[in-house]
């Protein structure tokens, strides 16, 4: 648990300095006038609950890939991954801890989008269900962390797997369906998106954010948890085999 | 050239501190003349000022006041004359463009000092070929070893046929071989009669190369000599080294010779023997003496080298200077 | 005789260090499957809320305008190659030559221009026809030649941009991809200059993109290239006006801060 916690506590100082990775919480409201901008041009104002779910979606998959998958990669780079790996502390909890700590900070994202629509567009954005709008926010959260975990295992480890690391954003918004439903896409393109936590969330947000029932709440919030574990048990399985190829051979990367 | 190469007079420059940090005063009424085909030397610890002096020759930086002018031209007002006629190469591993090679990055600065067509050419093929990078011509500046990359340097900035050559730490990091090595380069360009303003903290760089050397610390110029001449007025500053010193005697003896007027400082040296330095001249001769007197017949004086020299004038800063 | 060459010899010469940057960056894989999947992927991605909208006119307008706004895209994108200029130690050096600086920062950063218009193109018309976009071979050279000005003219507003960030290097990041989301949200790229209010479509017109892409969309809306030969001419020559008047506002904006630089001290040497 202390691991976990110092992780935590690392992180949120080290982001308080680097404020230029997370760009993303800068392009955010800009991304949500665009949005909204095309939905009022089309007529359909009633969109605007997807015009604001879309960049704050955007926002928690853009700093995984960008800062949590970037995590081992860096330290390596400053040379402080050999040091991380020799304390007696877990490294997969320090790992975990930060990552947490990452994906609450992009939560802000949403805070972005909701005020970017109110303060420009005076769109204000109700959310009928508010409690179970945060759970589902939560949970997709730590779906999104689990997600980060396997990024962060696989840019260290595959080095040439950055050269696509620009290459992971937009293809997963389509299939996430983070703005156009994949009901909306077309046939072929369902059972990959359904692998993706993303088009569950965002279905599932927007569900949330209309004013009835939500319909198979349970179930739907499972499949993201076991998305979101898998990954996170293969990203930790990644990890450990990361640390134990340092361990064995002085190097990281396969390559 | 008829007149003075490098004259500055005067020069000072002062930064201005950052929020709470106070100005710093990099140059603090520097006078220096070069006499053109000279190679002069600029000796100093880091933070000197000795780069800062660079710059200000170069172009690159505005004195706070004074005056500084290369071949005749005012640096401040003349400066298009000035940038036609200097060359300027510091050491370090930056400043060139590593993933091109070094034809290329030649032929960019050549471009730069407005060389054309095969004249253009032909200058980066003599270039190359002076310091033998030929064969490595067409590879990437970024396999380089520190020596080629310090060469390649040289070339660049000699590329636009300079008539004086600012030479910044040029042999920072070099191995003792290729160091060497770009001591001959430098009396070549003595030899095509260009002046050049070589800075450094090794002595025997300066000592082996330059025409004068230039003290400088903190700002300002403390002495200007030739090396040798440097030395030998220094040779005040010699040092008594003693051997075989029977142990016993070594106490009574190094409080004997503290009492020698001129005696600045007296030590044992293991195993054992006893080290005595003087700034006087007739300390030596008195030191020896007493020393025979006392039975000790293992004597040796020694000279000062530049080294020494330095760090008399200059005072002890808890550095380490490189031989 | 001035040698009125020199500056174009000293961009060509620095445009070496565009092509090796270029291939430091990509590799022809990396470049097909990272970047240029990438950016078709996000095309259709924008496209796409035109089926949320239920409307095949939003679907083509979205299209058009982001595959166009992928050559401002990379254009921009040179702020940060521009900047290595910087990183590399040789500002004193480019300083203390007898040749002026901003022909070496015009061409540092060239590759992103062809590579914009690749991209772009490729998006356009592989890409088109599944969205109901269609070319005749004329409309097609037309479209490529205003890329080809879109992606100079947006080049000389980065350089604008690369001039600022030499002073805060840190924020090379930050300026460009603001300076990309504003483009996609005022020149045209989603909705039509004119829904925003007076002023922000003033700020429009002073990016080089809203011009080319009206010229653009003129030509991809008539289906035949010469009805509409006026309208793009004008947007083409409002494009290169805009484009040329960014570029001297970049060469004065370089010597000025090498003058500044000169004064304060902050043209650093190596180390």
Not at chain 1, 176 to 188: A, D, R
Not at chain 2, 282 to 301: E, K, M, W, Y
Not at chain 3, 36 to 49: D, E, K, N
Not at chain 3, 133 to 147: D, M, S
Request: proline share 5%.
């Amino acid at each position: 648990m202390t691991a976990l916690r110092t992780g935590f506590q690392f992180e949120m100082r080290v982001l308080r300095r680097s404020f230029g990775e997370l760009i993303a919480l800068v392009t955010a409201p800009l991304m949500t006038l665009v949005f909204l901008a095309v939905i009022r041009e089309g007529g359909r104002d009633d969109l605007a609950p997807y015009a604001v779910l879309a960049p704050a979606l955007i926002v928690l998959w853009g700093v995984a890939l960008i800062v949590s998958g970037e995590l081992i990669a860096q330290d390596r780079e400053n040379e402080s991954l050999e040091a991380m790996v020799a304390t007696p502390a877990s490294f997969a909890g320090v790992l975990t801890g930060r990552i947490t700590a990452v994906t609450l900070v992009s939560l802000t994202g949403f805070a972005e989008s909701w005020l970017a629509a109110f303060l420009v567009f005076n769109v204000a954005v109700p959310i009928p269900h508010p409690g179970l709008f945060i759970l589902i926010v939560l949970i997709t959260a730590l779906a999104m962390a689990g997600t980060a975990c396997v990024m962060s295992a696989v840019f260290v480890l595959a080095r040439s797997a950055r050269a696509f690391q620009n290459s992971l954003t937009y293809p997963f918004y389509v299939l996430g369906g983070v703005m156009v439903p994949i009901s909306l896409l077309p046939g072929w393109l369902e059972p990959i998106s359904r692998l993706v936590f993303l088009s569950w969330s965002s279905d599932l947000l927007r569900d949330a954010l209309s004013p009835a029932p939500v319909p198979d709440l349970a179930s739907r919030l499972a499949v993201i948890l076991v998305l979101g574990v898998a990954a996170y048990v293969l990203g930790l399985a990644l990890v450990r085999r990361t640390v134990d190829r340092l361990r064995r051979t002085g190097s990281l990367t396969y390559a | 050239m008829a007149e003075d190469a490098v004259e500055v007079r005067r020069l000072r420059r002062v930064f201005k501190g950052r929020r709470k940090s106070p100005d710093v005063t990099a140059l603090d009424g520097v006078d220096l003349v070069i006499p053109a085909g000279e190679v002069h030397g600029l000796l100093g610890p880091n933070g000197a000022g000795k780069t800062t002096l660079c710059k200000i020759l170069s172009t690159v930086l505005l004195p706070t006041s004074g005056h500084a002018s290369v071949g005749g031209h005012d640096v401040v007002r003349e400066t298009a004359a000035v940038r036609g006629i200097i060359g300027i190469v510091f050491g370090g591993e930056r400043g060139l463009y590593t993933r091109l090679t070094a034809r290329q990055n030649l032929e960019f600065w050549a471009a730069m000092y407005g060389l054309r067509g095969r004249t253009l050419r032909q200058r980066v093929d003599a270039m190359l070929g002076q310091i033998g990078l030929t064969e490595r011509a067409d590879d990437r500046v970024e396999g380089f070893s520190r020596g080629m990359k310090q060469r390649l340097h040289l070339a660049r900035g000699l590329i636009g046929d300079p008539q004086v050559v600012l030479l910044d730490e040029p042999t920072t990091g070099m191995d003792p071989v290729a160091a060497r090595e770009f001591r001959t380069l430098v009396g070549e360009l003595r030899d095509d009669g260009r002046t050049v303003l070589l800075t450094t903290h090794d002595m025997a760089e300066a000592e082996a190369v330059c025409d004068r050397v230039t003290l400088i610390d903190n700002g300002r110029l403390l002495a200007t000599e030739r090396p040798a001449a440097l030395s030998s007025w220094i040779s005040t500053y010699s040092r008594v080294d003693a051997r075989d010193v029977p142990a016993e005697r070594v106490p009574q003896l190094i409080g004997e010779l503290r009492d020698i007027p001129g005696v600045t400082a007296v030590r044992a040296i293991q195993p054992s023997g006893i080290r005595v330095e003087t700034d006087a001249v007739d300390a030596a001769p008195q030191v020896i003496r007493h020393l025979l007197d006392s039975g000790i017949n293992s004597v040796a004086t020694s000279t000062p080298d530049l080294e020494e020299v330095y760090l008399h004038i200059i005072g002890e800063r808890g550095l380490r200077v490189s031989r | 005789m001035p040698d009125l060459l020199r500056p174009v010899r000293v961009l060509r010469y620095s445009a070496g260090n565009a092509w090796a940057d270029m291939w430091v960056i990509f590799s022809p894989l990396t470049w097909i499957l990272g970047w240029v999947s990438r950016v078709l992927v996000q095309v259709v991605f924008f496209a796409l809320i035109g089926l949320l909208l239920d409307s095949d006119d939003a679907v083509r307008y979205l299209f058009v305008g982001n595959a166009v706004m992928i050559t401002a895209m990379e254009a921009t994108m040179s702020v940060t190659t521009t900047t290595w200029e910087r990183r590399q130690g040789t500002m004193p050096l480019l300083v203390a030559a007898p040749t002026r600086l901003w022909p070496v920062f015009v061409g540092r950063s060239v590759q992103w221009l062809p590579t914009g218009v690749i991209t772009a193109s490729v998006a356009l018309f592989a890409l088109g026809p599944a969205f109901g976009i269609e070319w005749t071979p004329a409309q097609a050279v037309v479209v490529l030649a205003c890329l080809a000005v879109v992606a100079v003219a947006t080049y000389c507003f980065a350089l604008v941009l690369s001039a600022i960030v030499l002073t805060a290097m840190d924020l090379h990041n930050v300026i460009s991809n603001v300076a990309q989301a504003i483009t996609m949200l005022i020149a045209g790229v989603m909705v039509p200059v004119s829904f925003w209010p007076g002023w922000v479509e003033a700020i429009a017109q002073a990016l080089p993109l809203t011009h080319g892409l009206a010229a653009i969309r003129a030509v991809t809306d008539a289906r035949a290239v010469g009805p509409v030969a006026g309208e793009v001419a004008a947007g083409l020559v409002l494009t290169v006006g805009v484009g040329a008047l960014w570029l001297l506002a970049a060469a004065v904006l370089l010597e000025y801060l090498a003058a500044a630089g000169r004064r304060t001290g902050s043209i650093e040497f190596a180390e």
